[in-house]
């Protein structure tokens, strides 16, 4: 029953405007009962609401303008929202049911003061205490809402009253403003436990789940009462679906929490999810296979959980389809055998009218497929490519991208896929997760190197963005001059000399000079090209053709071999950049010039992200200049020290070990700071005793058990006052560039004079007395720096092969994989190089590449072979290149030791 | 707006009401991850372009989007939706976004339609009220939620309680018009 035009309408300020534009033309404008509708006039209309004798339906009709304002994302100013607040107030007076409800959500809408809200406190809680249920259960929405703490202890009683409450709309109100009071108000809303128990018997379906909710959230944190909760409950009297659903999120909570504390893997309650799976409730099943896959179970306990998405796959609701296929394309990241058997489903899945659930088909599909698969599947694929959006198109990239290193046999097939798709249009985020598809698959299979460099190559040829064009000639420089036929290449190369931006330019020159420095044979020729660039319009490309033709012909000399030369021109860089950063800005110019070999190359660890909501995702950011500028700051510090400036370059700080427990009289922590010849222990003290001040503070260390190390000097702390802390220094000499370890045992000895606090003054005698710290360990970690190194493969093999030292070690029990590579690493103290330090989740066998460089300067890579051998048995191989032998031998002998 | 985590209780983010143009009908937000109009007029904007082309005519459609779960459904110039995490049942979003259509179809007798729904603005606003409290669901039952909205806009006279729930909409209609037009 549509309600009449514009000629019906008498209110002035929504006809008129529509009136207008009738005139003109009646087919353009859309009809809308809020045309033309101004904030100002509405206010005005407001002044309605303080009427002696209100009319209901004029109120009404202005309460809904004020709504339609704000949910448009109009706001009022404060005094507005007051005024209109009162006036609003006013309306409680009105019989009229409909009117009272728009008034309710007004109130809600303005969320008032709490000045303002003591208004219509009164008015609430007479409309929380109506025979009308319909009132009682608004008004205690509304109150609850918007009063604080002191509040609501007055109407505590009511609320309790209501949860119990016959009518379950007034019950559910009362449990859900529970749930919301809980947050802020936790200690009254938990006085309210034995009614809200009575709620979850409700014989209503969403007071069960209500109750249970808040129920659940008062006994979060007391795992007992959670688990006595959940075992009562699952034994039978939940009805309502939703209520289902969160006792099955309950159930699985329990079960992940005592399956951490008990060894023996029972699973008290894993029954009950089962025969979830056998609920009538869609929503039921589902909550129970999600929560059943997501659960480290066997196969057998994991076949019925994957037997029912299957069906869910064949159904004709998308949203049940999605469901599904969401929550196998989970399980096939971890598990991809187990979701085979759905292979022929998620085929037919591929040409869904949903494209997420098309997507999501695909990806699962490549995760599970077999060798003999791959070949069909692509071709399914590239039918499926062309209708998506380019943000699907990259997820699809980089499940081929992960297909492709499970088939390595198979690379011909997807690269030639992944080329098809450069040749396409499509956004830069796009092109670059395929560029990176290609370059992971050419630094790992082989056989792929030199048709992926073509398939690059021929992207480059017409390729729109700066960015890709460049990180494509860098790689066909370093990787270019190794292949079978270099000249190839170099036809690519020049074009782009000839015809891009300056950018590109310049990176195809320095990728031209890689030719010819590392191909004897091209050398002349390569000449020839870089001197036409000699006369290029932009200097910086006009500068890397001078430095490379001066360099690589020996007209400058550089050092004395020619991989000296190659070496300075293309050897890696392995100075942090952020590092280097921090460095220049504390440089300050003088006589000296800037060193870079006194740039910290230490990558400082990156404490790791917490995980963000939704939507929130954040990148890893640079260190921050914090940690780096310590780094400086230490060695700026340490230098300005006299008995410590002859030292040399400080190689290494460590983080600071505490030596005493938290909260004693004196807190002491040390940093370690290693020298070639020499390490310096830096003990920070506190004094946290207001009544005391010590004096003539030393350290004494006792390093017999350190043999190789020789105390050479110290510096006391003349004076340590409460709170404010101050350093203590005592410096050992020993061998050159040996990573020599030890224990020292620590005594901090001083002389303590009483101080009175409420004056100040100290007594002028002093006791002695000592406090013994913790014993302090030089390890092997502390004269490794964790430096990475961006592509290790070539890395590796750029290391002398005689260098490498093998063998196998085995490490026992351990708790899991993932820890015994954690604590492989912490032992070596190296950096984890692309992300290997992550062990997935069920892995039985991992690959852990760490790089570092060892005093000395000694570059070291490291590649660790975890396996597990029988239950829990973790036996680990350790191949280790350096650029001294022995310092490959040393490493073994920690780990060894370790 | 407080927040729960989701292992405790399923969340809806946001209840949204769109026209066939993206304009804004009606919109209910329950979280914080979008603290400015400006930011939820970007939300919406990109729902809507994505969803566009979609055919969410007779059942309900579902997609992952910015990390969010969106399930809707499009009813003549009306498009209906639901957002919630991207780790909620999206069979429970799904139930939430059926108890809304429908209790809107219900409430505007079947004339399910921009212009009618702006006409009866009040109740499409009570109905989602009725729908979630604070993200927490409250009541996904279209015939309740819809005889909850009804009943409150009934005029004192009848007594509600003597009314069939269909008889009840037709009052509540009525009388709206009238109070519109008057």
């Known amino acids: 029953m549509p309600r009449s035009l514009a000629g019906d309408l008498t209110d002035p300020e929504m006809a008129q405007p529509y009136m207008k534009k009738d005139d003109d033309d009646d087919e353009e404008i859309e009809y809308s009962p809020f045309f033309g509708i101004e904030k100002g006039a509405v206010l005005q209309e407001a002044r309605a609401f303080h009427d002696p004798q209100l009319d209901a339906r004029r109120c009404s009709q202005v309460i809904t303008k004020l709504l339609y304002l704000l949910n448009q994302g109009e706001t009022f100013t404060k005094v507005e929202a007051t005024e209109v607040f009162f006036a609003v107030t006013k309306l409680f007076q009105s019989k009229d049911a409909g009117l009272r409800r728009l008034v309710y959500l007004m109130i809600k809408e303005l969320s008032p003061s709490s000045d303002e809200v003591i208004i219509v406190t009164s008015s609430l809680m007479k409309d929380m205490n109506s025979k009308t249920d319909m009132y009682r259960a608004n008004a205690i929405r509304v109150l609850c809402r918007i009063i604080d703490g002191t509040l609501l202890t007055q109407i505590e009683r009511y609320l309790k009253q209501a949860i119990v409450d016959k009518n379950p709309v007034v019950a559910s109100a009362a449990l859900v403003s529970g749930i919301h009071l809980l947050q802020a108000n936790p200690e009254i809303v938990k006085r309210w436990s034995k009614e809200v128990q009575e709620a979850v018997q409700s014989r209503a379906a969403l007071v069960q789940f209500h109750g249970l909710c808040l129920l659940h959230q008062i006994r979060q944190n007391d795992r007992l009462a959670v688990s006595k909760m959940v075992s009562g409950l699952t034994k039978g009297s939940v009805r309502s679906p939703l209520a289902q659903c969160l006792l099955i999120r309950y159930t699985s909570q329990v079960i992940r929490e005592s399956s951490m504390n008990t060894q023996n893997g029972d699973r008290p309650f894993f029954d009950y999810l089962e025969s979830c799976l056998r609920h009538k409730s869609e929503m039921v099943i589902l909550e129970a296979a999600r929560k059943i896959a997501e659960m480290d179970v066997t196969s057998r306990e994991l076949a019925p959980a994957i037997t029912v998405l299957q069906l869910f796959l064949t159904s004709s609701k998308p949203v049940l389809r999605f469901a599904a296929v969401r929550t196998l394309n989970k399980v096939a990241m971890t598990r991809p055998l187990a979701v085979t058997n759905c292979n022929v489903d998620l085929e037919s899945l591929v040409s869904d009218q949903n494209r997420s659930i098309a997507t999501l088909a695909i990806t699962t599909l490549l995760k599970t497929g077999n060798e003999s698969s791959v070949d069909r599947l692509m071709k399914q694929i590239t039918n499926f490519m062309s209708d998506i959006a380019d943000e699907f198109k990259i997820v699809v990239v980089e499940a081929i991208r992960a297909l492709c290193l499970k088939f390595p046999l198979k690379y011909r097939s997807m690269m030639n896929f992944l080329s098809n798709s450069l040749r396409e249009e499509g956004s830069f985020e796009y092109k670059k997760a395929i560029v990176d598809s290609i370059v992971t698959l050419i630094s790992e299979i082989p056989d792929a190197k030199e048709t992926g460099l073509l398939y690059l190559c021929e992207f480059i040829e017409d390729c729109e963005f700066t960015y890709l064009s460049s990180q494509i000639l860098h790689l066909l420089g370093n990787e270019g001059p190794r292949t079978s036929d270099p000249s190839r290449y170099i036809r690519y190369i020049y074009n782009r000399v000839i015809l891009e931006n300056a950018n590109v330019r310049a990176s195809a020159v320095s990728t031209l000079a890689k030719f010819g420095a590392l191909v004897d044979t091209l050398k002349p020729r390569i000449f020839v090209l870089l001197r036409r660039c000699l006369f290029d319009t932009d200097d910086e490309v006009r500068d890397r053709a001078t430095l490379y033709l001066q360099t690589l012909d020996g007209e400058v000399a550089l050092g004395n071999t020619e991989k000296d030369v190659n070496e300075f021109l293309f050897g890696s860089f392995d100075v942090p950049l952020a590092n280097l950063e921090a460095s220049l800005r504390t440089y300050e110019p003088s006589e000296e010039p800037f060193d870079i070999s006194f740039v910290s190359r230490e990558v400082k660890p990156q404490p790791l992200q917490e995980k963000k909501g939704p939507g929130k995702k954040q990148l890893a950011g640079a260190p921050s200049p914090a940690t780096v500028s310590a780094v400086d700051a230490y060695q700026k510090m340490l230098s300005s020290i006299p008995e410590f400036s002859g030292f040399g370059r400080l190689f290494k700080s460590s983080e600071s070990v505490e030596l005493t427990e938290a909260e004693t009289e004196y807190s002491v922590n040390v940093v370690k700071h290693i020298y070639k010849g020499h390490i310096v222990l830096q003990y920070n003290c506190t004094n946290t005793i207001p009544e005391q001040l010590l004096e003539n503070v030393i350290v004494y260390v006792d390093a017999t058990d350190a043999e190789e190390f020789s105390e050479v000097c110290s510096k006391h702390l003349r004076s340590l006052p409460y709170d404010s802390p101050g350093q203590i220094f005592v410096a050992f000499e020993k061998p050159e560039n040996v990573p020599a370890t030890g224990k020292f045992s620590n005594v901090l000895k001083f002389i303590v004079k009483e101080v009175d606090t409420s004056t100040g003054e100290v007594d002028e005698d002093g006791v002695e007395d000592e406090y013994h710290i913790e014993d302090l360990e030089i390890v092997s970690a502390d004269y490794m720096l964790r430096v990475a190194v961006s592509n290790f493969r070539n890395a590796w093999e750029n290391m002398d092969p005689e260098s490498e030292r093998v063998d196998e070690y085995g490490l026992g029990v351990r708790e899991s994989l993932a820890e015994a590579v954690s604590a492989v690493i912490s032992i070596l103290g190296m950096q984890p190089c692309e992300g290997t330090e992550v062990v997935p989740k069920n892995a039985r066998s991992h690959t852990c590449l760490l790089s570092g460089v060892f005093i000395g300067d000694v570059k070291v890579l490291v590649r660790l072979s975890f396996g597990l051998s029988g239950p829990k048995e973790v036996a680990m191989k350790l191949a280790v290149r350096s650029d001294d032998p022995e310092v490959s031998d040393k490493i073994h002998e920690i780990v060894a030791s370790g | ?182």
């Open chain 2, 1 to 182: 707006m407080g927040e729960f985590s989701k292992e405790s209780c399923p969340s809806v983010k946001n209840i949204l009401l769109l026209d066939s143009e993206g304009k804004r009908v009606a919109v209910k937000y329950f979280s914080d991850d979008w603290s400015t109009n400006a930011s939820k007029l970007t939300f919406e904007k990109s729902v809507f372009t994505k969803t566009l082309k979609t055919n969410a005519r007779s059942e309900a459609e579902v997609t992952l989007f910015d990390g969010y779960i969106v399930v809707y459904k499009f009813i003549q110039d009306l498009h209906f939706f639901v957002v919630a995490g991207d780790d909620e049942n999206e069979l429970i979003i799904a139930n939430v976004l059926q108890g809304f259509s429908d209790s809107v179809g219900l409430l505007l007798r079947g004339d399910v339609e921009k212009r009618t729904a702006l006409e009866n603005l009040d109740m499409i606003l009570l109905c989602i009220d009725e729908i979630i409290d604070g993200g927490i669901i409250l009541e996904t039952d279209a015939n309740i939620i819809a005889g909850k909205v009804a009943s409150n806009a009934v005029d004192g006279s009848a007594p509600f309680s003597e009314q069939t729930i269909s008889q009840a909409l037709a009052t509540a209609r009525e009388h709206f018009a009238r109070s519109l037009l008057k």
